[in-house]
């Protein structure tokens, strides 16, 4: 494609009636998933610098109150050769000079304004205002005039007649662009050209490579594309570096010429196989100092590097899940206060332990996916994080940060947030790292948004699937192994314990701080039971928000609190040291149909679940070693109780 700018600029002067800037375009709404919206301005004089003013952002929304919701500095940037600025995200062709994150710009009735000022006068929430106004265009797509919007900015004496412009309905293909008189016109986007179809010819090179993933220790081509042949030997630089990936993880040409009377020119990179544990890593393909006659057509195009050296966890994912190898991080005498307590005595002394306000800690919404990163991690592949409800690994670099989840992961709620009445709180999207937090306590319900002994790793759209439904409503994608279900039973469970205004009851209810089923939630508890993964996610959690999950420590504490125990005293199982003593072997495994027990004292109760939970025999009182349990073919999960504790050892049941 052609990109064609202006070369009139100078004519255009009688229509820059208020200094040096003005908005000559704006798209608010794409089509789709509407990534490529952008603002575009004009200055008087081209290579113009901008330093000084600044691009602001207006909610004309009821909710918004005709206030600022995001600023952007101009200080460093210049206008073009033909004296146009292109605001907008990277996935706008041609590529932007000032980036921003997809999907910032609002559809409207909103406004967008040029200040001569510094980004620090517009706060967020900052009212709209007429003092050191340069340009304003107050927009929507086919949405009632903002009368108040109007008002706000025709008290300025160059904008008494201004008016709100309409650029289409919901998904439109069009933009709003200034005309030569200073009128404005709905029609088909020219980002990065004067809106006439006039101007000078700038020529539009792209960056092309075979496919956008290869793994350590292979070589790639990069391939620079004009849309002319040079008329001269054109020399340009290239970069790959972005976070960890960084010059010492490639090698290759990085200064490139285009010769005269060609339009191409490649290079070859070579990845470095180091020994390095760094996670998959995303390399940002990106000419720097574009000469002035070129265009982008694209740029900082990522590159995702596979990383070889991941890690195996010694423990199994909830799919294959292992038990008894990770143990409880839980200090000495952390649960010792619930001892002889019950019913509400003993809800209270728990919540006392998990909402302590002179230990317990609250980090942001923000710090969340560092925490679940690290807590939700694959246990077969320490590049990816698990993924509830869909039972996946997904590489820890495909985090959602659009309206796109497609391929993505993102935060789920497992007591969502409409119900919870729980929402995002000033400074969550900050992230200081776990040294820096806010007091909590069982007051603080707001801190429940951040809480991330309840927030998992999920599929963005498996999660908009989930939507609020309650558990028994929802129980998972089609196909699922239920491998999830006791886990999130036993985090909204922690929930209701840990912040007061937050209850687990029967059924499907409305009521705000209510989740169902109980029945189905307490069924779930039981017949998953905490893993390995569980017990080591519980463990990383404690070491930020200085709480745990007690009925992953004690699973039968639910029976005390919602179950068939209720009424009776806790009593806090034997003791590390006591259940290291008590070695409970089960052989052969795989077996074929009998079992030996190798440990187990009189009395003993043993049941027997499928891996998806559902209970399959029961045995009371057991007396002997040796059990001929007589099963089908495949793997089983056994709770084994003996002197008070619970073993849990999974099988597999195998024939000749």
């Known amino acids: 494609m052609r990109y064609v700018l202006a070369c009139l600029v100078y004519l255009m002067v009688s229509t820059l009636c208020l200094g040096q800037v003005l908005i000559n375009e704006l798209d608010c709404d794409t089509p789709g998933i509407d990534n490529m919206e952008f603002i575009e301005l004009l200055t008087e004089t081209p290579n113009y610098p901008l330093d000084g003013y600044v691009v602001v952002l207006f909610n004309g929304s009821t909710n918004g109150n005709n206030s600022s919701y995001f600023t952007i500095d101009l200080d460093g940037y210049t206008s073009d050769v033909n004296g146009l600025l292109l605001i907008g995200s990277n996935t706008v062709s041609p590529t932007p000079q000032v980036l921003i994150p997809e999907n910032t710009i609002q559809n409207g009735a909103d406004a967008v304004a040029v200040y001569q000022a510094d980004a620090d006068d517009f706060p967020e929430g900052t009212v709209a205002n007429i003092d050191d106004l340069v340009d304003v265009l107050i927009y929507g797509t086919a949405d009632a005039d903002d009368a108040d919007m109007i008002a706000i900015f025709s008290a300025h004496p160059n904008f008494t007649s201004i008016q709100q412009f309409d650029e289409g309905s919901g998904n439109n293909t069009q933009s709003i662009q200034r005309n030569n008189d200073g009128s404005y016109t709905a029609k088909l986007p020219t980002p990065g050209g004067l809106n006439d179809g006039g101007g000078v010819q700038l020529n539009g ?22 849309e002319e042949n040079v008329n001269e030997n ?9 976070g960890t990936f960084t010059s010492e993880d490639y090698n290759g040409n990085t200064s490139l010429s285009i010769l005269a009377g060609e339009n191409s020119v490649s290079t070859t990179i070579n990845l470095i196989d180091d020994s390095l544990d760094e996670g998959d890593e995303a390399a940002i393909i990106r000419i720097i100092d574009l000469p002035a006659d070129w ?64 230990v317990v800690r609250a980090q942001t919404y923000q710090e969340v996916i560092e925490i679940i990163s690290e807590a939700d991690q694959n246990p077969s592949n320490s590049n990816q994080v698990w993924l509830v409800y869909s039972e996946e690994g997904r ?20 007591f969502p947030r409409s119900r919870a009445g729980y929402q995002s709180i000033e400074g969550d999207e900050e992230n200081n790292g776990i040294d820096i937090f806010w007091e909590t306590s069982a007051d603080s319900l707001r801190h429940g948004n951040s809480d991330a002994h309840a927030i998992r790793a999920a599929d963005g759209s498996e999660n908009s699937a989930r939507g609020n439904q309650h558990y028994g409503e929802y129980i998972g994608p089609e196909g699922t192994e239920g491998s999830f279900r006791g886990d999130v039973a036993r985090s909204v469970l922690y929930l209701a314990i840990r912040y007061k205004g937050l209850q687990i009851v029967d059924g499907f209810p409305d009521n705000d701080g209510e989740l169902g089923d109980l029945e189905t939630i ?16 519980n463990n990383v959690v404690y070491t930020w928000q200085k709480n745990r999950n007690p009925f992953i420590d004690f699973p039968d504490l639910v029976e005390f609190i ?24 089960v052989y052969p495994n795989p077996s074929q149909g009998t ?3 190798k440990g187990i004292k009189d009395g003993a109760s043993i049941d027997i679940y499928s891996i998806h ?9 057991m007396h002997k070693s040796k059990l001929d349990v007589q099963l089908e073919t495949g793997v089983y999960v056994l709770h084994i109780r003996s002197r008070d504790d619970l073993h849990i050892k999974k099988i597999m049941v195998r024939y000749p």
Not at 613 to 621: L, M, N, R, V
């Open 234 to 242: 054109t020399s340009f630089e290239i970069d790959l570096a972005e």
């Open 613 to 621: 939970g559902e209970p399959i025999k029961s045995y009371t009182d």
């Open 395 to 414: 590489a820890k670099l495909d985090f959602q940060t659009t309206s796109d989840s497609n391929g993505k992961w993102n935060r789920e709620h497992t």
């Open 595 to 597: 079992i030996h027990l």
């Open 562 to 585: 919602w179950g068939d125990k209720q009424g009776d005293t806790w009593s806090q199982p034997v003791s590390t040291e006591e259940k290291s003593k008590l070695d409970i072997q």
């Open 205 to 226: 090179i792209e960056i092309s490579m075979v496919q956008d993933q290869y793994d350590e220790g292979e070589s790639f081509d990069i391939v620079f594309t004009l």
């Open 522 to 537: 307490l069924s779930w508890h039981r017949n998953d039971p905490p893993d390995d993964f569980e017990m080591n996610r």
């Open 295 to 358: 265009l982008a057509l694209n740029n900082n195009v990522a590159v995702r590097i596979i990383d070889n050296d991941f890690m195996v966890a010694p423990f199994g994912t909830p799919k294959n899940p292992s038990y008894g190898m990770v143990q409880s991080t839980q200090p000495s005498g952390y649960y010792s206060s619930l001892d002889g307590k019950s019913e509400a005595a003993l809800e209270q002394a728990i919540q006392d332990i998990i909402a302590d306000p002179l």
